[in-house]
């Protein structure tokens, strides 16, 4: 069955620390992708990143990288340096393919990161 | 651009009233997805649409009915609220493996 966990329910930091979000998915697909989204207090929806199952390599964004591990179905999210503003419920996702030939999303259950001052 | 618009921001209703949840979309994508945010649950589908015309269920559609006549519109009806249906409801749309792009969302109460 298709399924993200998000262990981490809640994560609190103190500014200029770094953090890492797990994300450990299963799928019975070869081909997918995987996405993390940013909610902030505010309630919409950000999206951060898209990451194809055959792109292995890390991605780092200013202070955001990501770890794609295919061998270990994580996908972790880490921020160097936190900041007040990365206070927020993050998200990671898995593509699922649909009965009519589309495709969706499956969310964990989100972590929620505090950053403190 | 206006993306992934929804109304209304914000509402109420008693047990047992129906309404209608909109969502419209500028951007010209075939797929339409209607979630629901539970607190500490993430998101769950309720209902999907692959073009105008086509619909079907996703994980949690009891309660919930769409239609897609248009490529920009995706409405959801509630037809006999219940509590269990307080929630927050987004719309979101994308093209074949792209991200999702998300309204802002609906706070829906029943009491």
């Known amino acids: 069955a298709q399924k993200v966990t998000q262990a981490q329910t809640e994560i609190s930091v103190v500014e200029k620390e770094d953090v890492t979000l797990d994300c450990v998915y299963e799928?019975?697909?070869?081909?997918?992708?995987l996405f993390w989204y940013k909610q902030p207090p505010s309630g919409e929806l950000v999206f951060l990143i898209r990451r194809n199952s055959f792109d292995e390599q890390n991605e780092i964004s200013g202070r955001y990288s990501w770890n794609f591990q295919k061998s270990t179905s994580s996908f972790n999210f880490t921020i160097t340096a936190s900041q007040v503003v990365d206070s927020a419920v993050y998200f990671c996702a898995l593509s699922e393919v649909l009965n009519q030939a589309g495709t969706a999303l499956i969310f964990g259950k989100g972590t929620t990161l505090s950053v403190s001052s | 651009n206006a993306g992934v618009t929804q109304t209304p921001k914000f509402r109420i209703l008693k047990i047992g009233q129906s309404m209608t949840l909109q969502c419209a979309q500028d951007m010209n994508h075939n797929y339409m997805y209607w979630y629901r945010q539970d607190p500490g649950m993430g998101l769950k589908l309720i209902y999907y649409s692959v073009g105008a015309g086509i619909t079907d269920k996703g994980e949690v559609p009891n309660g919930y009915n769409v239609s897609r006549s248009t490529t920009e519109d995706f409405p959801l009806r509630l037809e006999l609220a219940a509590p269990s249906q307080t929630s927050v409801y987004f719309c979101?749309?994308?093209?074949?493996?792209?991200?999702?792009?998300f309204g802002n969302g609906t706070r829906l109460t029943v009491t």
């Open positions: 799928t019975r697909d070869t081909t997918y992708y």
């Open positions: 979101a749309s994308s093209q074949y493996n792209s991200p999702l792009h």
